[in-house]
Antibody, heavy 122, light 106 residues
Framework: EVQLLESGGGLIQPGGSLRLSCAAS????????MTWVRQAPGKGLEWVSA????????SYAESVKGRFTISRDSSRNTLYLQMDSLRADDTAVYYC???????????????WGQGTLVTVSS | EIELTQSPATLSLSPGERATLSCRAS??????LGWYQQKPGQAPRLLIY???KRATGIPARFSGSGSGTDFTLTISSLEPEDFAVYFC????????FGPGTKVDVK
């Protein structure tokens, strides 16, 4: 059974940094592209970032480009999102998801974690 | 950026009725469109990918159609567990989601 478990969320002041983690199990992690999607309270879904199974092909939404960095560690079966220069509008539940498309590219968001809440506020 | 619009914003129906949800793209996305269901307090779940293919374990009452800029998700006969919010998502150019359609009980 595929399991994705996010952690690392919390309350952070504007301008601060936070690193989210997503621990994966139940599938061969390095064979799957991975992604982060966020959802502001009471709002819709917003794709944030994606990375290929080999750690290549990273891509970012314009809203986070230059501030967020996606990475992965296949030895730990873990996906990361380093978030710097955080702003109030980054407040959201952050989900990680895997993609059952080609190894180097996300197609759809097939399996999701339960999410971790990031609140940016002074 | 490719924008997706969904209509209606809210669809009020009774169990057993047919639900028809629409998603329109600002430019052609070919058939690179998916649909997700989200219930309160839960993560989204992939229902349909590539416009018309059901994801693993999705009941046959869910079907998708369309290509280019106009897409439809149909739920042939609503079950109590189908009352939720539904989002469309394109993968033609990066990834964007529509704003969602809430299906609630009439």
């Amino acid at each position: 059974e595929v399991q994705l478990l996010e952690s690392g969320g919390g309350l952070i002041q504007p301008g601060g940094s936070l690193r989210l983690s997503c621990a994966a199990s139940g599938f061969t992690f390095s064979n799957y592209a991975m992604t982060w999607v966020r959802q502001a309270p009471g709002k819709g879904l917003e794709w944030v970032s994606a990375i290929g199974g080999r750690g290549d092909s990273a891509s970012y939404a314009e809203s986070v480009k230059g501030r967020f960095t996606i990475s992965r560690d296949s030895s730990r079966n873990t996906l990361y999102l380093q978030m710097d220069s955080l702003r109030a509008d980054d407040t959201a539940v952050y989900y990680c998801a895997n993609s059952e498309g080609p190894v180097n590219k996300v197609y759809y968001f097939d399996n999701w974690g339960q999410g971790t809440l990031v609140t940016v506020s002074s | 950026e490719i924008e997706l619009t969904q209509s209606p914003a809210t669809l009020s129906l009774s169990p057993g009725e047919r639900a028809t949800l629409s998603c329109r793209a600002s430019q052609s996305v070919l058939t690179y469109l998916g649909w997700y269901q989200q219930k309160p307090g839960q993560a989204p779940r992939l229902l349909i990918y590539d416009a018309s293919k059901r994801a693993t374990g999705i009941p046959a009452r869910f079907s998708g159609s369309g290509s280019g800029t106009d897409f439809t998700l149909t739920i042939s006969s609503l079950e109590p567990e189908d009352f939720a919010v539904y989002f469309c998502q394109q993968r033609f150019k990066l990834y964007t989601f529509g704003p969602g359609t809430k299906v609630d009980v009439k």
